[in-house]
């Protein structure tokens, strides 16, 4: 869904906002932001799933 696997993400997130991989690390911020847009909006019970 992001373009990573869980661990790149993972690994993204723990040494925010310092990263080693400049291109991953834009790549997993642009797509969050653009899953988020697509999410099913108003529909706020799913969001905990």
């Known amino acids: 869904m992001f373009g990573l696997d869980r661990a790149e993400v993972a690994a993204i997130l723990a040494s925010w906002p310092a990263c080693d991989d400049l291109a991953k690390q834009k790549y997993a911020l642009n797509n969050t932001?653009?899953?988020?847009l697509g999410y099913p909006?108003?529909?706020?019970?799913?969001?905990?799933?």
């Open 33 to 36: 932001l653009n899953n988020l």
């Open 41 to 49: 909006h108003k529909k706020w019970a799913l969001w905990p799933q």
